[in-house]
């Protein structure tokens, strides 16, 4: 019963950072697709539409947060390796 | 060359090739929703997971001499009988692993391997060899079967959710930026799920080459991981990794679901964060079943998708059968080789690995699936309609060779 409910409580955290990040992620992602790809206004008939640049530059935005994170997920992969490398124990690498 | 030697040397290779199909096996999981989208071209794409799991096998640290630890309990037993049953549980793994390729089955070759391993355990120590339950993160329940089940929920889930919200959000821009944003966002996740993969599953292959080492005696266990067995296990499941496995992605990559590139994104996204943070949090999920859950995920969360459910239980029942299936065929093994007996039994179970990989290459020969057919359209099978058309042309030829037009 004790494992049971352990289980259940680490269900519960894993469930939740997962869908943080797992669903949170291609959130900001879609948001910056989206404000890259907003479009001003045509000037006039036949005029190409242009870039938006308050658009160009939330997206801009959005995908630097995604890098962000992105890059935080390398370095969690390779924690223990730097760890042990470079003395510098981050995102609770294991101590030498 | 003493017989005692010759054994460690048919350990270690066999060890190797478990590596390696471990790693066609599994490119399936990093790779195939950028296939089959075309976000990357299927050669660079396996060439892609290859480098990166070569690197991530690096950055494995610290590897203990153990090998299923907290499954099988193999501390009393050393010398040639561990290597027994070190080497049966392999051929286990290997053999199944083999299996499921064949029929393009995505299934989990850690699984593979503990099966093996609790089968030659079985046969050589009986049931108590076996921890079967030992707390949430310990023994075959809450090691394997825990994490199995929950995985793919939790993972479809997570993958259903991004899925709606990426087409909910992006509704109005048009097809190709869209196309063109989410490629990009699915390769760096891809990327990341392919560097976890490697430091993980080479990890796993060094435990049980040092353990063999260790068991031998050339080695004692309190030595360092020797720069061979990294260097050796991460050229292993990089080739493996090249090699593709492109059974497993075209069933994952079309035949599960029809995919496109904001649902790949969001099915590797979902997969990246379950498999790195779930072992964070106390509950580690099963990395195969995670990404099958993922891509499943992606075919509910949008709108008007359509999921092959028979596809989904053809992988399911694989899944269910993988701990026993493997299971027997280690014990058989091991049960082979302890009657014949030392040098000439290893050597019996060897060949009779040899054979059966033999067999079933020679059977994938019949509807083989490369880069060049891995992403033709799902109908109604695995083998692509081309090689259909083949197959059907040659019966038809030797019928009426009249009725048809001449090729030119």
Known sequence: ?96 | MSAELLVLVIVIVTALAFDFTNGFHDTANAMATSIATGALKPKVAVGLSAILNLVGAFLSVEVAATVAKGIVNLKGVGGQDLLLIVFAGLVGGILWNLLTWLFGIPSSSSHALFGGLIGATMAALGTSGVIWTAGKDAGVIGKVIVPAVLAPIVAALVAGIGTWLVYRITRKVKEKPKEEGFRWGQIGSASLVSLAHGTNDAQKTMGVIFLALVAHGTLSSKDSMPLWVMASCAVAIALGTYLGGWRIIRTLGKGLVEIESPQGFAAETSSAAIILTSAQFGLPLSTTQTATGSILGTGLGKPGAEVRWTVMGRMATAWLLTLPLSGLVGALCWWIAHMIGGLPGVLVVFAILIALAGYMYLRSRKNPIDTSNVNEDWEGGLTPPSELDVASESNSDSKSDSARPAKV
């Open chain 1, 1 to 96: 019963m004790d494992t049971f409910t352990a289980i259940l409580g680490s269900l519960g955290k894993v469930g939740a950072i997962s869908l943080i990040l797992g669903a949170g992620i291609p959130l900001v992602f879609a948001y910056g697709v989206r404000f890259w790809s907003m479009e001003t206004a045509p000037a006039g008939a036949g005029q190409p539409a242009g870039r938006n640049q308050l658009g160009q530059a939330l997206g801009i935005l959005c995908f630097g947060i995604v890098s962000v994170a992105v890059i935080v997920g390398i370095l969690y992969v390779s924690r223990d390796f730097i760890g042990h490398q470079f003395d510098l124990y981050i995102l609770g690498a294991k101590k030498k």
